[in-house]
């Protein structure tokens, strides 16, 4: 046996002892004599530039990850002996405003976060192959799926179809996107060697539009994209999601290899194999707990597909985090009554932490890859793990109550009927996107034991509040989100006073807690949605002053009236301030997580970027805060507590998880 592995060597032209240092690169080893061709599957194996492959990939979305810690993610990769890097696109930060784009130069709260060109450079510095998932829906358990709310301002637009409205939109977009993709392309000595058309269409809860998969295969070709033309999807859906003999199809799961690519080998025989997703770990949402897989179950799950033998992603390589507002959910109808938002954290339990950490599964990828890949090119050595440390804990020193933020709110709103967030005619008429918005009946008379009701499932959270005072119940428990104020009562009420109330202002703060990625995504408006209707005693409320609550970077930078913090915590909704002074200079700041176990639910904003939401329900605790996002000298942290605030910001060295 070990005479014929030193010939299969030879062979290669590689010698069976060689060190690394002896080795070709990735990129020398496939482009040495030249390029003159791309990933083929034309035979029942891969090859690259008439060479043989097999695609050993990891995932990591670029948007996920501060750009000034991409390099180091992506050699942590490369140093496994992973061959490929493979990354989404998410067309609702990169077209942020209707017709208005960020590509890392546009301006938008995300922008640092958006340079695929930069990306897809580093990826090849760091010898790593792309493949790239532009959908134009992603899924991802990210907002909407990637697409744009601006999108529901058309009315009866019907996403992800050859539907002309929709599609006109995703012309524009890719027009935009797909050149940078093109100048990146393997054939023109770029990294990316393949590119997914859509996203698990067999799984999509609507009739199957073969014609608008084409239309996207035909705005991708347009474009100048030559490499391979891929889908994926769960093998039972069969070839419902692609256009067998036009696009290469892939499969997806987590464990049983066999019956996956025994029934891909039946719907595409003579064919390569290939997991574009293989779950390594998985994803949390608010009030589950949290989600592990353990080494052993991945070692012989990971093992199987190396030794079927088939290509394959680790789908998470390292997840990052769903910084701002841009955790998806799922959802099981359009009521909303299943609603369930995914955390800030995406650690996803995966190979490399949230924060950049090794994990075991990290080595044992390092181990199997060198097992089982007959292909040796030089590997770098796993970088040193940047350092995090424990800040000191910081007094709260200002605050600003619920009817100061009011009265600061970047624009209002005049309306005698309910429009929902993404219709309002802001942010040059592409509605709200993100965060809060607030509906105010002014000057209203309110009866003793009187009743609102809001008819249907709430769009997803809300607090009423008279006067700026919280009436409805705070979040105690994980029962309370049975009770009103969250999305799974339809038609819920709550009596606002005991006493008659005259001349008042009626206030309901309605937070977007993630629009759907998967499940019934085409109901997607937040606020007052079409659904809901909302009734003081037998009286329908439609003349509202209405507040939208985005935190954009460029309003909580110029916030101002903050007052001294009490030495009592404060109830309901409001915004207080701490501040952490770093006062050594430093090439990197040191990485943290703030620890908010004593806090209840809202957002923190770290010099003006919305950093991610918490919620005390759990199962996550803390959130990541990179260094790449600290400064020389004060670092301004605010937290937007909804409910009740504590004394003090706290950091840790590491993630926390609790249980429900």
Not at 35 to 50: A, E, I, K, M
Not at 348 to 359: F, N, R, W
């Amino acid at each position: 046996m070990l005479q014929i592995m030193h010939l299969f060597f030879l062979l290669l032209g590689l010698s069976p002892f060689a060190t690394s240092d002896d080795l070709p690169t990735l990129y020398e080893y496939y482009t040495t004599d030249g390029v003159s061709s791309g990933l083929s599957v034309d035979q029942p194996y891969f090859t690259l530039n008439g060479k043989n492959i097999t695609i050993y990939s990891g995932a990591m979305h670029y948007f996920r990850v501060p750009s000034q810690y991409w390099q180091d993610r992506l050699r942590k990769l490369r140093a496994t002996g992973l061959n490929t890097v493979e990354t989404y696109i998410p067309w609702n930060l990169h077209e942020f405003k209707n017709n208005v784009f960020d590509f890392g130069d546009g301006g938008s709260d995300y922008q640092r976060l958006l340079d695929l060109d930069l990306f897809l450079t580093l990826a090849k510095q760091e010898d790593l192959f792309v493949i790239a998932r532009p959908g134009p829906y992603i899924c991802a358990e990210w907002e909407w799926g990637g697409l744009p709310s601006w999108l529901l301002r058309e009315e009866a637009i019907s996403v992800r179809t050859s539907d002309p409205v929709y599609m006109k939109y995703v012309k524009r977009y890719f027009d935009k996107l797909l050149p940078i993709l093109a100048k990146h392309q393997f054939t023109k000595r770029g990294a990316v060697i393949a590119v997914q058309v859509e996203n698990e269409y067999a799984s999509a809860p609507i009739e199957k539009d073969h014609a608008y998969l084409q239309q996207l295969v035909d705005l991708m070709k347009d474009n100048g994209i030559v490499e391979l033309l891929v889908t994926s999807d769960g093998a039972g859906y069969g070839t419902d999601g692609t256009l067998p003999g036009v696009l290469f199809q892939t499969v997806n799961f987590g464990s049983d290899a066999k019956a996956s690519f025994s029934k891909l080998e039946e719907m595409q025989p003579n064919k390569p194999l290939m997991a574009m997703e293989f779950y390594p770990g998985w994803f949390d949402h608010w009030s589950e707990t949290h989600h592990t897989v353990s080494n052993s179950s991945f070692v012989k799950n990971y093992e199987e597909v190396l030794a079927y033998p088939a290509s394959i992603n680790l789908y998470m390589f390292h997840g990052g985090t769903n910084f701002g507002f841009l955790n998806g959910a799922n959802i099981g109808s359009g009521d909303n009554s299943n609603f369930q938002p995914t955390t800030t954290s995406y650690d996803y339990d995966a190979p490399l932490s949230e924060a950049g950490d090794y994990t075991d599964k990290y080595e044992v990828i390092r181990t199997l890859i060198k097992k089982y890949n007959p292909v040796q090119t030089k590997t770098p050595d796993p970088p040193e793990l940047y350092e995090r440390q424990v800040y000191p804990t910081l007094a709260i020193e200002g605050q600003l109550g619920y009817n100061d933020i009011i009265r600061q709110a970047p624009s209002t709103v005049l309306s005698t009927s309910d429009i929902p967030m993404e219709n309002l005619p802001i942010n040059d008429n592409s509605g709200q996107s993100y965060g809060y918005i607030v509906y105010r009946a002014s000057g209203i008379d309110i009866p003793a034991n009187s009743v609102l009701t809001i008819t249907g499932h709430v769009r997803d959270t809300v607090m009423v509040l008279i006067d700026g005072v919280l009436i409805s119940k705070p979040l105690s428990s994980l029962d309370d989100l049975n009770t009103f104020g969250f999305w799974k009562l339809d038609n819920s009420n709550i009596t606002l006073t005991t006493s008659d109330l005259v001349n008042v202002s009626l206030d309901l703060v309605i937070e977007n807690y993630g629009r759907a990625n998967y499940g019934n995504f085409f109901h997607q408006f937040k606020g007052l949605t079409p659904d809901n209707r909302v009734y003081l005693n037998d009286k329908e409320l439609q003349s509202w002053v209405i507040f939208p609550l985005e935190f954009q970077k460029s309003w909580n930078t110029k916030l101002t009236d903050w007052q001294p913090a009490g030495d009592e915590p404060t109830k309901g909704p409001g915004m207080h301030k701490a501040v952490l002074n770093i006062d050594t200079y430093a090439e990197r700041y040191n990485d943290t997580y703030i620890d908010m176990q004593e806090w209840n639910k809202g957002i923190v904003i770290v010099n003006g970027f919305v950093l991610g939401r918490y919620a005390f329900i759990g199962p996550q605790q803390a959130l990541y805060l990179p260094g790449a996002y600290l400064q020389h000298g004060d670092n301004e942290i605010i937290i937007f507590e909804q409910f009740e605030s504590a004394a003090q910001v706290k950091f840790s060295k590491d993630q926390i998880y609790k249980n429900p």
